[in-house]
């Protein structure tokens, strides 16, 4: 069989789970949209049942994966619900509900049959994309806060730049998100701290933390930060080489030759490509691993392998295990090369199996 694949280790992952929850100081929403950013939702959840606070996804259609799987916490829809037939569906299976648009809150309100236990209230406190402004926030709490059937209300927002440590947005952010706490009529339950708050930003630590990124054992703070070195990676992608040859200096390899061969080289093709979500504009001199040593990218990545440098391993063979990123190659470092991010290497995994563990 095709040796690429992906191994999740899920004791990792719950220990990230583990460390974002005390960094919140409480109780943290395990963010797994995204089929839990290419992991498998339905595994990573289960891992983390009845240990979790409950769940985060972006969609009634991720949530009711969860309740068919057996999932019972608490799953709340972190863009709230697109239709108002979502609401009998989210009364049905006790699911949670963001409300980050004046339509959704006349929604709740016209809606006759329950409604869901808890709604989550999103101000938009300067990322401009989904919440809403500071009069409209207050006015939707108030009118949410007197409705038959809605157990409890928590004030949220998102950070736009939480990942950029010296960046005053954040600490902008946060005093919006305060101010328009001081005009609602009760005390309310918050939740502001993604995973770049969580761990950068302790006065953003309060209420639920949504721990996402993190919780897949890695970041994009752009700065040392203590709080991520306890991450540890919950993938690890790997392959093997399938072909070697060696070639003169002076030869172009792959589509288009854009990488010509310097010296006597030994090339290796890997059972990897960009159909298996690898970055296909990574450049030459992204790194791999060779049976646990260093080596990188020559050529262009194709559809279903990509070619590396063997020449510093001669020992290496048909069928070397070749690791694309894990636990000794970090993802970041992976994205960086490929100028792209973490978060559309992970979730654009697709073709390759997953392997728990």
């Not at 009634?60 to 979502?86: K, N, S, V, Y």
Request: glycine residues 10%.
């Amino acid at each position: 069989m095709r040796p690429a694949r992906a191994l999740i280790d899920l004791e990792a992952f719950k220990a990230n789970y583990r460390h974002a929850r005390q960094l919140a100081g409480g109780r943290a929403l395990a963010v797994v949209k995204a089929d839990a950013y290419g992991h498998g939702a339905v595994r990573c959840a289960q891992a983390l049942d009845g240990e979790a606070d409950g769940f985060g996804v972006a969609c009634i259609e991720e949530a009711l994966a969860l309740r068919e799987a057996g999932i019972r916490a608490p799953i709340l829809l972190l863009e709230g619900f697109f239709d108002t037939d979502e609401l009998a569906l989210i009364q049905r299976h006790g699911l949670w509900t963001v409300a980050a648009s004046p339509w959704q809150v006349e929604a709740l309100e016209r809606h006759r049959g329950a409604r869901p236990e808890q709604v989550w209230v999103k101000l938009d406190s300067g990322m401009h994309r989904l919440g809403l402004t500071p009069a409209g926030f207050t006015d939707a709490w108030q009118r949410l806060r007197t409705l038959e059937g809605i157990g409890a209300l928590v004030a949220m927002t998102h950070f736009s730049r939480a990942d950029e440590l010296a960046e005053e947005r954040t600490a902008e952010q946060l005093a919006q998100f305060d101010q328009a706490l001081t005009a609602l009529p009760d005390t309310a339950t918050a939740s502001v701290a993604n995973s770049a708050a969580l761990m950068a930003w302790p006065q953003a630590r309060r209420g639920w933390g949504r721990p996402g990124l993190m919780l897949y054992g890695t970041h994009m703070l752009d700065a040392p930060c203590p709080a991520a070195e306890a991450l540890r990676p919950a993938m690890h992608l790997e392959s093997a080489v399938i072909s070697v040859r060696e070639l003169g200096a002076g030869e172009p390899i792959g589509y288009g030759g854009s990488f010509v061969t310097d010296r006597p080289t030994r090339v290796g093709v890997v059972a990897m490509g960009y159909a298996d979500g690898y970055a296909q504009y990574a450049p030459a001199g992204t790194p791999v691993l060779v049976d646990g040593r260093r080596s990188r990218l020559i050529g262009r990545v194709s559809m279903d392998m990509l070619t590396i440098d063997l020449t510093d391993h001669p020992q290496a063979a048909v069928g070397t295990p070749v690791e694309l990123w894990g636990p000794n190659l970090p993802v970041a470092e992976v994205a960086a090369h490929a100028g792209t991010s973490p978060y559309r290497l992970l979730s654009g995994l697709k073709r390759v199996p997953l392997v728990y563990g």
